[in-house]
């Protein structure tokens, strides 16, 4: 039986591999073997590859002949399937049969889930450090063909492992989206808390509330998306002579993860329509709410692939693979690790900084408005975690740090005690995994003091396709972690500006 000290003492030590481990993820192309290979050589650029096939060889032979059966299978695969474009067909991707599972892995195992990355196209959807101890909690989207040997893999490796999505397609089916179920419980506007809703009627709902509450809340377009979609934002603003401090809250720069949009949706909705039960939110702040990032690739993840994840531009120098990662395309330490180079990688940021006029379009509105900005929230999902700048390094520290943690905390308490939910916080790239030129890197770098990034639910049960009933109580557990965050940088600029 192999062990962990067994693995240790065979395989050079990795850092990071979380990251490494997300870097390689087929961007939802399963069955690609083209894409597959793409990943692979990037791969060898980051893990010091050739010791590492040679010591896993060996391991593979002497220890996992699990994995072995897994290579010749996945040959047989590819060999019966024609390498093809991924746009070939306009099919919906099928995940009938993929199962998530929830693992228990010690740092010294991180190639032997590499091997699985790579030769049984296991996919690593979430990779979390467990307190201080070399133990990460990894979920791994398992295809069908792979299952029975993946589950024997950690039997031998001893990784404890749960089940905890067994039919994918299943999940996905269930989600519901408003494409299929439309509850038209107000007449004026489609928008409910209880469903994922369409590009366009998250647009409805915005024009709704422009139209309704003309006082309060002016909406406009800020740029367009690769394929021609507008990048529409909402101010919510109770006017007046007075140029007030303001809120940023941004979701969907990743398209997978739906319940980050209709968070920042619920918020809006929390201003402007109930915005009387709060007054001190838009007496002392301006805010400018801009739901959706990456529109092109949420219609995506609607119509063709559920767990896309990039934006949908096509470049001349990547013509087999589509898509940025846009928040690897900012302009603050850009490219300097936790991206990739390689377009076919789900993490890969672009030909250069701001190639993308998504990202472009969300600089140039952070960038008007910069002035007045004091918080900038990127939403993101999952893994219940408040992070901190920088996500590019964990070596260097913001200079206002104890102020990003000290509000944090407060955020963490709230949301606590609302729901019981216990987010984790810290530095990005300590608590979860480098990222360089993300987004609120950037806004911090361009002096938007308390910029943070979350990750809201849940925490592996579901992932990606959380249940659409969990959709309201994310997003009221956000707006009461952004009342106490308003207060408390609120308290904090007057002090500085009276102090
Ligand atoms: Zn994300």
């Given at each position: 039986m192999a062990t962990g000290q067994t693995l240790s003492r065979m395989l050079p030590m990795t850092t990071h591999v979380c990251l490494l481990t997300l870097f390689t993820l087929s961007t939802a192309v399963p069955f690609n073997p083209k894409s597959l290979r793409a990943d692979h050589s990037n791969h060898l650029l980051q893990y010091h590859h050739q010791q590492q096939q040679e010591a896993l060889a060996d391991?593979?032979?002497?220890?996992?002949?699990?994995?072995?059966?897994?290579?010749?299978?996945?040959?047989?695969?590819?060999?019966?399937?024609?390498?093809?474009?991924?746009?070939?067909?306009?099919?919906?991707?099928?995940?009938?049969?993929?199962?998530?599972?929830?693992?228990?892995?010690?740092?010294?195992l991180?190639?032997?889930?590499?091997?699985?990355?790579?030769?049984?196209?296991?996919?690593?959807?979430?990779?979390?450090?467990?307190?201080?101890?070399?133990?990460?909690?990894?979920?791994?989207?398992?295809?069908?063909?792979?299952?029975?040997?993946?589950?024997?893999?950690?039997?031998?490796?001893?990784?404890?492992?749960?089940?905890?999505?067994?039919?994918?397609q299943r999940a996905i089916n269930m989600e519901g989206t408003t494409d299929e179920i439309i509850i038209w419980n107000r007449p004026a506007?489609?928008?409910?808390?209880?469903?994922?809703?369409?590009?366009?009627?998250?647009?409805?709902?915005m024009d709704y509330l422009a139209a309704e509450f003309p006082q309060l809340v002016t909406v406009e377009d800020i740029g367009m998306s690769f394929e021609k979609r507008p990048l529409r934002v909402a101010k919510v603003s109770t006017g007046g002579p007075e140029v007030k401090p303001t809120i940023f809250i941004d979701g969907g720069i990743h398209a997978r993860e739906w319940v980050s949009p209709a968070t920042a949706l619920f918020?809006?909705?929390?201003?402007?329509?109930?915005g009387w039960q709060e007054p001190q939110l838009l007496n002392r702040f301006d805010w400018i709410i801009l739901p959706m990032v990456n529109p092109d690739g949420y219609v995506y993840t609607q119509k063709h692939d559920r767990l896309w994840r990039k934006s949908r531009s096509n470049l001349d120098s990547s013509p087999l693979c589509s898509g940025v990662d846009l928040n690897r395309n900012f302009a603050f330490k850009w490219s300097t690790g936790g991206s990739s180079p390689q377009p076919c990688s789900s993490v890969y940021g672009g030909p250069e900084p701001f190639s993308e006029p998504e990202s472009r379009a969300l600089r140039d509105i952070l960038l008007k408005n910069k002035k007045?900005?004091?918080?900038?929230?990127?939403?993101?999902?999952?893994?219940?975690?408040?992070?901190?700048?920088?996500?590019?390094?964990?070596?260097?520290?913001?200079?206002?740090?104890?102020d990003l943690y000290n509000v944090s905390v407060m955020g963490v308490e709230t949301i606590?005690?609302?729901?019981?939910?216990?987010?984790?916080?810290?530095?990005?790239?300590?608590?979860?995994?480098r990222a360089s030129g993300n987004s609120m890197d950037y806004a911090h770098s361009i002096g938007i003091p308390f910029s943070f990034s979350l990750e809201l639910r849940d925490k592996g049960k579901f992932g990606f396709i959380l249940p659409k009933e969990e959709i309201e109580p994310t997003g009221r557990e956000f707006f009461q972690a952004m009342k106490t965050v308003s207060e408390e940088v609120y308290q904090k600029l007057q002090a500085t500006s009276t102090g």
């Open positions: 391991v593979e032979e002497q220890l996992f002949p699990s994995l072995s059966q897994i290579k010749s299978t996945r040959n047989n695969i590819n060999s019966l399937q024609q390498p093809q474009q991924q746009e070939a067909t306009e099919a919906p991707v099928s995940y009938a049969g993929y199962k998530l599972f929830k693992t228990d892995v010690q740092e010294q991180f190639p032997v889930v590499d091997s699985l990355d790579v030769e049984a196209g296991v996919e690593v959807w979430s990779c979390r450090k467990k307190g201080r101890s070399n133990h990460y909690e990894m979920d791994l989207l398992t295809p069908p063909h792979a299952v029975r040997e993946v589950r024997q893999v950690f039997i031998e490796s001893n990784v404890t492992y749960q089940e905890v999505i067994d039919d994918l506007h489609p928008m409910t808390w209880h469903n994922y809703h369409t590009l366009d009627e998250m647009y409805q709902y918020i809006l909705h929390r201003l402007v329509e109930f007045q900005l004091k918080v900038y929230i990127s939403l993101h999902a999952y893994s219940e975690m408040w992070l901190l700048p920088y996500a590019y390094t964990d070596a260097e520290k913001p200079d206002n740090y104890e606590r005690n609302t729901s019981g939910h216990d987010y984790r916080m810290g530095q990005a790239a300590e608590l979860l995994y």
